[in-house]
């Protein structure tokens, strides 16, 4: 049988991406999941076109709540065109039902457990309407295959080495998604570390855990760091910010080659903190916490997130100072978003606070889907846009270019420029985070247009004609559905496409 496993995408920058960091892990380890004797391929949208024209039998679409509407254009797609279809991951898990109205199947929670089934029954043509994966010791786990990757991704080597995170963070779907804390055996993911073979240098050299807190367990994360000295690898991972107060880890982990942490730090407001149940992140810490990881010459990327109920409008635009003050590499800022599974939405919900008109497109990390505290949804909106621009303009990004050369090792600063580069010049270029209102108008022109008969032209225009004679169904998303799923239906092309009619 052939199997496309596509992992769904929505553009969150205006113009898309002009480079890729680094691929999600879960389309290569479920296609090392498949079951041998079945022909796999893996569909990164974000990269590539999705084939709608494929000899696929089964066409498996991953996705996260932001990029719904992309992966349930598809199921609508694939469906039309006699595909079966399954889906699967975090917003699938909390949304079996309004999931199943676009695919043949759904799986929920973890697929090692029900993965082969699925395959085997849609060999035999009885897709059942819900699988239930459950969590399960992730002894055996196959090495993903890095072979499918597309090579548009400039770090392509992703390693997952534990899954779960003690902690539960208000905002957080995690606990939910991989209840339980649980390893690798160490002899496996050094064998997935070992892997090198990709084209470049850098590619070899580099790995990125994809774990949501690897130094959890301190006794583990010392074993594996101490195995991988001799590999002589770089690598980076998330981890909490707890792990600053334990030299003898970090000592580890700059001799097995770290040159980069993701913080969680999310707020400089102790009241924000507790809101988000972060009581691991002492603000007082935060400098010192900084400083232990540049000692070691690592790299520092930190989260933020802006519209916990203390933060108004100045004190999120002064984040970007406050993470200037406290020494961050590399600045990641988002939104308060209210996935389901987490205790923030229930909070919500019970205050009748999440907006309802509002669709899974505001769920991004770039968005407003609820009604903060201090502020309306659009002065939050526009409150993160300030600290995007600011945190990534051009002096402070050449700031922190140049102080990562003074404090960081040659491999974390490689990475920290890169990584800076990559969201500076998407800020001087003006290539900033999409406002999900926007999506909806340049859908709703398209629906104009294509109320008075011109949609074709229009569908052309972006790339999604008739695949085989069989017209896209109307859910189809002219946002995500263009080449490379980046291409918005601008007012121009609009313009275009009227023209091009009249
Ligand atoms: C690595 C990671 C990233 C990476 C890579 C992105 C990616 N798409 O993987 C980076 C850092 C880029 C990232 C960014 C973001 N992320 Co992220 N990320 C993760 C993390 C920590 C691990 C995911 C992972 O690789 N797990 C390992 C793989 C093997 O497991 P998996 O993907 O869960 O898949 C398993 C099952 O879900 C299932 N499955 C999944 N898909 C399918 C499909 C089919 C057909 C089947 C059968 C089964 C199946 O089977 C797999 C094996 O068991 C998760 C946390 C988590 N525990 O899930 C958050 C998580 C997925 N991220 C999240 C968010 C919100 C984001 C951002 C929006 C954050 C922001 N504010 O900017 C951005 C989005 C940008 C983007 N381009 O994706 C949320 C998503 C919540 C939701 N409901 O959608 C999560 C769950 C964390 C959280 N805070 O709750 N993220
Ligand atoms: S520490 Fe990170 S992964 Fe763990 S619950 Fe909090 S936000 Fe989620």
């Known amino acids: 049988m052939k199997i496309d496993i596509v992992v769904a995408y929505r553009a969150r920058y205006r113009k898309g991406h002009f480079k890729t960091f680094v691929p999600p892990i879960t389309g290569i380890h479920l296609a090392a999941l498949t079951p041998p004797g079945h022909e796999v391929r893996v569909i990164h949208q974000k990269v590539e076109s999705v084939n709608y024209d494929t000899d696929a039998d089964l066409v498996a679409v991953s996705f996260q709540t932001g990029f719904t509407a992309s992966a349930y254009a598809m199921g609508d797609m694939f469906r039309r065109l006699g595909k079966q279809t399954v889906a699967g991951g975090p917003h699938a898990t909390f949304s079996p039902d309004e999931a199943a109205r676009h695919f043949d199947a759904v799986v929920t929670g973890e697929a090692e457990g029900v993965w082969a089934e699925v395959v085997r029954d849609a060999e035999s043509h009885r897709l059942k309407p819900t699988y239930k994966g459950s969590p399960?010791?992730?002894?055996?786990?196959?090495?993903?295959?890095?072979?499918?990757?597309?090579?548009?991704?400039?770090?392509?080597?992703?390693?997952?080495?534990?899954?779960?995170?003690?902690?539960?963070?208000?905002?957080?779907?995690?606990?939910?998604?991989?209840?339980?804390?649980?390893?690798?055996?160490?002899?496996?993911?050094?064998?997935?570390?070992?892997?090198?073979?990709?084209?470049?240098?850098?590619?070899?050299?580099?790995?990125?855990?994809?774990d949501d807190n690897l130094t959890a367990d301190r006794a583990y994360a010392k074993e594996l760091f101490s195995r991988m000295v001799p590999m002589r690898r770089w690598w980076l991972t998330q981890a909490s910010m707890d792990i600053a107060r334990d030299g003898e880890l970090l000592d580890l982990m700059k001799e097995s080659g770290c040159i980069g942490v993701f913080?969680?730090?999310?707020?400089?407001?102790?009241?924000?903190?507790?809101?988000?149940?972060?009581?691991?992140?002492?603000?007082?810490?935060?400098?010192?916490?900084?400083?232990?990881?540049?000692?070691?010459?690592?790299?520092?990327?930190?989260?933020?997130?802006?519209?916990?109920?203390?933060?108004?409008?100045?004190?999120?635009?002064?984040?970007?100072?406050?993470?200037?003050?406290?020494?961050?590499?590399?600045?990641?800022?988002?939104?308060?978003?209210?996935?389901?599974?987490?205790?923030?939405?229930?909070?919500?919900?019970?205050?009748?606070?999440?907006?309802?008109?509002?669709?899974?497109?505001?769920?991004?990390?770039?968005?407003?889907?609820?009604?903060?505290?201090?502020?309306?949804?659009?002065?939050?909106?526009?409150?993160?846009?300030?600290?995007?621009?600011?945190?990534?303009?051009?002096?402070?990004?050449?700031?922190?270019?140049?102080?990562?050369?003074?404090?960081?090792?040659?491999?974390?600063?490689?990475?920290?420029?890169?990584?800076?580069?990559?969201?500076?010049?998407k800020a001087v270029t003006r290539n900033l985070p999409r406002d999900a209102a926007g999506l909806?108008?340049?859908?709703?022109?398209?629906?104009?247009?294509?109320?008075?008969?011109?949609?074709?032209?229009?569908?052309?225009?972006?790339?999604?004609?008739?695949?085989?004679?069989?017209?896209?169904?109307?859910?189809?998303?002219?946002?995500?559905?263009?080449?490379r799923g980046l291409e918005p239906l601008t007012p121009s092309m609009s313009r275009k496409c009227s023209n091009q009619l009249s």
């Open 263 to 425: 913080l969680g730090i999310e707020s400089f407001d102790p009241l924000s903190l507790r809101q988000a149940n972060k009581k691991h992140n002492p603000v007082s810490r935060y400098r010192d916490a900084v400083r232990e990881f540049h000692r070691r010459g690592i790299c520092v990327m930190a989260g933020f997130i802006g519209g916990f109920d203390s933060d108004t409008s100045g004190s999120i635009v002064s984040m970007a100072d406050s993470m200037a003050a406290v020494g961050v590499d590399v600045p990641f800022v988002s939104v308060l978003t209210p996935f389901k599974g987490t205790v923030l939405r229930e909070m919500l919900e019970r205050e009748g606070r999440i907006l309802t008109g509002r669709g899974w497109e505001y769920y991004d990390g770039y968005n407003v889907a609820f009604r903060p505290r201090n502020m309306s949804p659009d002065e939050l909106l526009a409150a993160h846009r300030l600290l995007w621009q600011s945190s990534f303009s051009l002096r402070r990004t050449l700031l922190r270019i140049a102080r990562s050369a003074r404090r960081l090792s040659p491999g974390a600063f490689l990475m920290s420029t890169c990584m800076n580069l990559f969201y500076g010049a």
């Open 136 to 210: 399960r010791p992730l002894d055996g786990l196959p090495a993903p295959r890095y072979d499918l990757l597309s090579r548009a991704f400039f770090v392509p080597h992703v390693v997952q080495a534990t899954r779960g995170c003690p902690f539960s963070c208000s905002f957080c779907s995690v606990p939910g998604i991989n209840p339980g804390w649980r390893t690798r055996p160490v002899d496996e993911v050094l064998r997935d570390v070992a892997y090198d073979n990709f084209p470049h240098w850098w590619q070899r050299k580099v790995v990125w855990f994809w």
């Open 440 to 483: 909806r108008l340049e859908v709703q022109e398209l629906q104009q247009l294509q109320a008075q008969g011109k949609s074709d032209v229009c569908l052309a225009q972006i790339g999604v004609a008739p695949v085989n004679g069989v017209e896209p169904p109307p859910s189809v998303d002219p946002t995500v559905v263009g080449d």
